[in-house]
């Protein structure tokens, strides 16, 4: 796979900013230098056909864990970032729960060191906040970090913030974007408590969004959305997972003007609390997968604008991390590499167009976030793009799982839709099935 200084795309359906048309694109170095129909360009080095396939933005996804440092064992910064240029997410924000947690500007900045030396996509990685880091999240560089990251709720990693004092101090005294894990932790013990009763050593897969509760959710994110409107922060509350919830937000102004946003996450939009019974702890995630009516109502949310970003939260475990019992399987699952060919089979049974997927996958994340040059196919941005094969159709299997951990929610499934090629900065980094060794990755930098 080797790189070029100019390469025309010729014959390409392009979908960006609400529109969908015939065109060319020219990419010199690793921007796009013109965007039109017959290009008239001397010394291309390259002309791809695009042969009528459709070309989206590079995907960027706004809440992933990609494991490293500490819990390598189950993914590494290579190893996920890897399987993500093979989905078409070009760029990606992680999440601080590793080993150490990303609470201090030294681990954040090693973590940032790592990632230039091996990630195979852009790269941007959250500051999570404690009880007691406050010093150095107003030291924090804003156009080299994305926001922060608060946990509301216990997850992955022990961050819980739960002194009401620090939360207002917080608030109260940064611009950066507070992006929230919202659920109410004492609700959830009393559920768990109740089920242990009940079922004592053997809980069923099927109590998770009975324990991990529609109320415990909107509890927790209906106090973080009243801070936030009482401090003037600028809040984001990731995978909202329930119909109550949506009351929340608002869709009548545009993104650009909104203080509070929300993200739903790709599991919540596929699978309902009936895929228990034959997927188990593989789909135990935290917030809880819900029901088929919670499922219909986050789509209504995501297609009125009600949610803004449409996101992964991968979090893979191993295997055999993911068969043990209910109570001690942990919460999370891969889904980088197949979260677009998910979104392109929806398409095909009506649930979104393309445009939306753009709209919720690739704009509203860069402008959520300030990200300088991405996000669109524009003039003087960075060339990350995909090609998709909209009818094609892919079944996943163990064999083309790139993930380290091997496995996937979706295994066994096959998509209609299918992510042909991914280009990275303006070079060719995953064709015919296969990622480049060679990476063109760059961090993301944030225009503030």
């Known amino acids: 796979m080797t790189s070029v200084l100019k390469l025309k795309i010729i014959n390409a359906k392009i979908v960006n900013e609400g529109r969908i048309f015939d065109g060319e694109i020219l990419v010199t170095n690793d921007r796009i230098h013109k965007i039109g129909s017959k290009l008239e360009i001397e010394d291309i080095d390259e002309i791809f056909d695009a042969k009528g396939n459709y070309i989206l933005p590079g995907l960027i996804d706004d809440q992933v864990h990609f494991r490293e440092p500490g819990l390598t064992h189950k993914a590494t910064i290579a190893s996920e970032s890897k399987a993500a240029i093979a989905g078409g997410i070009t760029s990606f924000i992680e999440m601080p729960n590793t080993l150490p947690q990303t609470t201090t500007r030294e681990e954040w900045e090693a973590k940032n060191k790592r990632a230039e030396d091996t990630s195979f996509a852009n790269y941007a990685f959250m500051f999570g906040g404690t009880n007691d880091n406050l010093e150095e999240i107003l030291a924090l560089d804003t156009k080299r970090v994305p926001a922060l990251k608060l946990f509301l709720g216990s997850s992955t990693g022990n ?22 894990h919202c659920e109410d932790e004492a609700t959830i013990r009393a559920n768990m408590l109740d089920a242990v009763e009940t079922y004592g050593d053997d809980i069923p897969m099927a109590q998770h969004p009975i324990i991990r509760s529609e109320n415990a959710c909107y509890l927790s994110s ?88 449409l996101a992964t939260d ?78 094609k159709v892919n079944k996943v299997q163990a064999s083309n799982i790139l993930y380290k951990c091997g496995w996937s929610p979706f295994e066994g499934i096959t998509f209609k839709g299918s992510v042909e090629r991914t280009l990275l900065n303006g070079k060719w980094v995953f064709k015919d099935g296969e990622v480049s060794d060679k990476s063109a990755a760059k961090a993301l930098t944030f225009d503030r």
Not at 159 to 168: A, G, I, Y
Not at 267 to 292: M, Q, R
Not at 346 to 372: M, W
Request: proline fraction near 4%; charged fraction near 25%.
């Open 159 to 180: 961050m819980l913030v739960d002194n009401p004092d620090v939360l207002r101090k917080i608030f109260s005294n940064t611009d950066l974007v507070i992006s929230v």
């Open 314 to 391: 991968h979090a893979p475990h191993t295997k055999l991390e993911k068969q043990n019992k209910y109570s001690e399987a942990p919460s999370g699952g891969p889904l980088v590499q197949h979260a677009l060919p998910a979104l392109l089979s929806l398409y095909h049974q009506g649930r979104i167009t393309l445009e939306k997927i753009v709209e919720k996958s690739c704009h509203n994340p860069a402008i959520l976030f300030d990200i300088k040059d991405r996000g669109f196919l524009k003039e003087g941005y960075f060339a990350d793009l995909v090609v998709v094969n909209i009818n």
């Open 222 to 309: 209906s106090q973080a959305v009243a801070l936030a409107k009482e401090t003037g922060a600028r809040l984001h509350v990731f995978h909202v997972s329930s119909a109550k919830e949506l009351s929340l937000f608002r869709n009548d102004i545009p993104l650009k003007d909104k203080k509070i946003t929300a993200e739903v996450c790709i599991h919540h939009l596929w699978f309902s609390s009936e895929d228990y019974e034959t997927k188990g702890t593989f789909i135990k995630w935290n917030p809880a997968v819900k029901t088929e009516e919670d499922r219909d109502a986050l789509w209504d949310g995501l297609n009125s604008d009600l949610l803004d970003v």
